[in-house]
């Protein structure tokens, strides 16, 4: 029997005015293990959808399950949280402490653990993402690319069972952007990727869908199939 499903979404309709459909009677699943590449035009409703799997928008219909559970009321959302980490598509909404270690460690003190283990824990993130000794930065002082890695650890920190990722690569260079890949190509977790970054997505996505007239459409055979042990 194969491993329930991380992410369904089931006949989601979703607009923020009467007269504008965002999504349409769109339906998805995530299953373990797989890299999605989430992709369509400016507008089209991308990171709604991701909102809408963190709770953060509420659709006007359909069902929404994370981690085998059926997410309504915001003690729904909040319950499932910690396990479900979603990087921001503005860096800027998600560090929100005075120096980067306060905010990478933010999370795991929220997830129960103590100081020197959320220490160690935001270190230890850090260091993979090439980010030793940018602990005691401050953080409004960053680069948008030092931003983005730091608001990657911040999620990274939490060891999440989901990722769900709104433009990783936005204001990185072309090393950074490389180890970015290789960082995501060896996690274990199952993921969505949000971004217009092709080369990126040829990389590390299993799988594409995209967001058309409010729509998913699955399926693009150039995306290779990473999944070990299966060929595109
Ligand atoms: N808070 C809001 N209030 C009203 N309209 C909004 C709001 N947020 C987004 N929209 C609109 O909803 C639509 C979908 O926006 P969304 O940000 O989900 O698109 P996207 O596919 O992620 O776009 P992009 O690729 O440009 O980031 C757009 O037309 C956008 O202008």
Do not use: W
Not at 41 to 65: R, S, Y
Not at 127 to 141: C, K, M, P, V, W
Not at 189 to 215: C, E, P, W, Y
Request: glycine share 8%; hydrophobic share 40%.
């Amino acid at each position: 029997m194969s491993a329930p499903a991380l992410i369904v979404l089931r006949d989601i309709c979703f607009s923020f005015s009467p007269t504008k459909p965002v999504l349409n009677h769109a339906s998805f699943v995530l299953a373990p293990g797989e890299k999605i590449a989430l992709t369509g035009p400016n507008g089209a409703g991308k990171t709604t959808l991701l909102h809408i799997m963190m709770g953060l928008q509420t659709p006007q219909t359909g069902t929404i399950e994370i981690l085998q559970k059926t997410c309504k009321t915001e003690k729904d959302f909040s319950a499932i949280r910690g396990k479900v980490g979603l990087l921001f598509q503005d860096s800027d909404d998600q560090l929100f402490c005075p120096t980067v270690i306060e905010d990478v460690a933010f999370g795991p003190l929220n997830l129960g653990y103590n100081d020197a283990q959320a220490l160690e824990i935001s270190y230890k993130t850090l260091a993979d993402l090439g980010l030793s000794g940018f602990e005691n930065r401050i953080t409004h002082q960053l680069s948008g690319g030092e931003k983005r890695l730091v608001a990657l650890a911040t999620v990274l920190a939490m060891a999440p069972d989901i990722l769900l990722l709104d433009e990783p690569t936005n204001g990185l260079d072309q090393t950074v952007e490389s180890r970015l890949t290789d960082i995501l190509q060896a996690l274990p977790q199952a993921m969505v990727i949000i971004s217009h970054n092709r080369s990126f997505l040829d990389q590390v996505a299993t799988r594409k869908v995209t967001l058309h007239n409010g729509d998913l459409i699955s399926g693009d055979e150039t995306i290779k199939n990473t999944i070990a042990g299966k060929t595109s």
